[in-house]
């Protein structure tokens, strides 16, 4: 069964420091891994994607790391910002020729002053 | 331009209504999906149009009706809706193939009275 399970399911932090959030993976057949950050009552937006290749990518404060082989991800927030306070979701795609979405459960994150 | 309009931002209905949900793209994306989302829960996968043809419909009850017009346009048709099916509805737009950015709108807000 394809699923996609990520920890902790929430997390508090005061502002300026960093977290990690872990994400691990049994989606077959792969295509990517994206990270997306999801306000309340929003949409999602896109912080990274990583094929089967990459093991790491950056975005501003975002940094995302893939291992293939272990089919483990994490999502490492540095300084973190009042506004990070979000759900941050992690996104396997399905190699089926077009995008299926397979989407983790979500780590409520709330930075805290 | 790299945004998904969807409209209304908010809807309430009745359950005798009917009511339409658009959403619009200008990216040239060839791909379009619906997404329904409860609190606190990841999307689930509605419909799936790919070169403005249904190619997934994930069992979706027959009061959800889809339609995509044109390659920038897509409409998900509601009639006879339940309480339950109050969420927050989705709209996302992609390339295809898999291994590209998959944009989301903001969201429609749905209750149904």
């Keep these: 069964k394809n699923q996609v399970e990520q920890s902790p399911q929430s997390l508090i932090i005061l502002e300026g420091k960093n977290c990690t959030l872990q994400c691990n993976y049994t989606v077959s057949p792969f295509s990517n891994l994206r990270w997306y950050k999801q306000d309340t009552g929003r949409g999602p937006v896109s912080l990274t994607i990583m ?7 950056s975005n501003g404060r975002y940094t995302a790391t893939l291992d293939a082989d272990t089919k483990q991800s994490s999502l490492h ?35 805290s002053p | 331009d790299t945004e998904v309009t969807q409209t209304p931002k908010h809807l309430v209905m009745g359950m005798t209504n009917k009511k339409s949900l658009k959403c619009e793209q ?18 689930e996968l509605m419909f799936v149009y790919s070169y403005e043809k249904l190619s997934i419909n994930e069992s979706v009850p027959s009061r959800f009706s889809p339609e995509c017009p044109n390659s920038s346009l897509l409409n998900l048709h509601l009639h006879a809706l339940q309480p339950e ?12 193939d898999g291994n590209t950015e998959a944009f989301f709108g903001q969201g429609t807000r749905l209750t149904v009275v």
């Design chain 2, 26 to 43: 200008h990216m040239g994306h060839r791909a379009m999906y619906w997404y329904k989302q409860k609190a606190k829960k990841p999307p």
């Design chain 1, 51 to 57: 094929t089967f290749s990459e093991n790491t990518k």
């Design chain 2, 85 to 96: 099916d109050s969420a927050l509805y989705l709209c996302a737009s992609s390339r295809p």
């Design chain 1, 77 to 111: 927030i540095t300084a973190s910002q009042l506004s990070d306070s979000a759900s941050y979701i992690c996104v396997v795609t399905l190699n089926t020729g077009f995008q299926k979405l397979v989407f983790g459960t979500g780590t409520r994150l709330l930075v």
